[in-house]
């Protein structure tokens, strides 16, 4: 007995709940359903309010392009065209140009005058000119030439030299200048050259050598003379003087 109650109660709640959730689905429905409504006439009702009348006066407007590059390039790069360059221009024509007055603290009248200073030419030599030196000079050289004289020490005697290649030895001929009493002495011992003025000595290949100055010499060299040099032939000494 007790248990049937029991199930008719359940049966009672069940059927209970489900009318419940059916109400509530169909409550659901009917908010959407009310909802579409409102917002299909709310539609209808602008479309009314935008309407133009019969008198409606309609006006059309393009559509607008987009701004072009050239728009905003033009501006720019006009104002740059005409600008003028920096700095001071410089003028290459040949005319003449009128002197401006109070340049750099110069008025023009002392530019004027800078410009007619008269410019010294500078001579000019050919390629053949010759710078001969003075007469006196030339007349030294001359008298070196004319009077060079070997004194020979052991004797004294006084030896001029009167030829461009004076030869000394111990040899009957050939030789300008012949040494018989030392057998040391070469055939053809040494030469002396005069030649522009001046004066050399040079050993020719002698078996006893020369010696410039108590220095020997190299055969068949030239070495030049000074005035007071000692010429030594082997062991015989002679003095140069001019």
Do not use: W
Not at 12 to 34: D, G, K, P, Q
Not at 68 to 76: L, N, R
Not at 144 to 154: A, F, H, P, S, Y
Not at 188 to 217: C, E, F, P, Q
């Amino acid at each position: 007995m007790g248990s049937i109650q029991f199930d008719a109660i359940s049966i009672i709640l069940i059927v209970v709940a489900a009318a419940a959730v059916i109400m509530a689905i169909v409550a659901t429905i009917m908010l959407c359903t009310s909802s579409s409504k409102k917002g299909h006439n709310a539609s209808q009702n602008r479309n009314m309010a935008f309407q133009p009348g019969p008198n409606a006066v309609q006006v059309g407007i393009p559509p607008q392009q987009p701004p072009h590059f050239e728009q905003f390039s033009a501006p720019v790069i006009e104002p740059v065209k005409e600008e003028k360059p920096f700095g001071a221009r410089v003028n290459f024509s040949a005319e003449p140009q009128a002197p401006v007055a109070g340049v750099g603290g110069f008025s023009s009248v002392a530019m004027e005058e800078a410009r007619a200073v008269p410019v010294t030419p500078v001579p000019k030599f050919d390629d053949t000119t010759v710078l001969m030196p003075p007469d006196d000079a030339t007349e030294l050289l001359s008298a070196i030439v004319e009077k060079v004289t070997l004194i020979r020490t052991r004797t004294g005697e006084e030896i001029e030299v009167n030829t461009g290649e004076f030869l000394i030895g111990r040899s009957a001929n050939g030789v300008h200048y012949r040494i018989t009493d030392n057998n040391s002495i070469s055939r053809v011992h040494a030469k002396i050259i005069l030649r522009d003025g001046l004066a050399y000595l040079v050993d020719m290949n002698a078996a006893n050598g020369t010696s410039l100055n108590r220095k020997r010499v190299t055969p068949m060299q030239e070495y030049l003379l000074h005035d007071g040099d000692v010429i030594t032939l082997a062991n015989e000494e002679f003095a140069y003087r001019t």
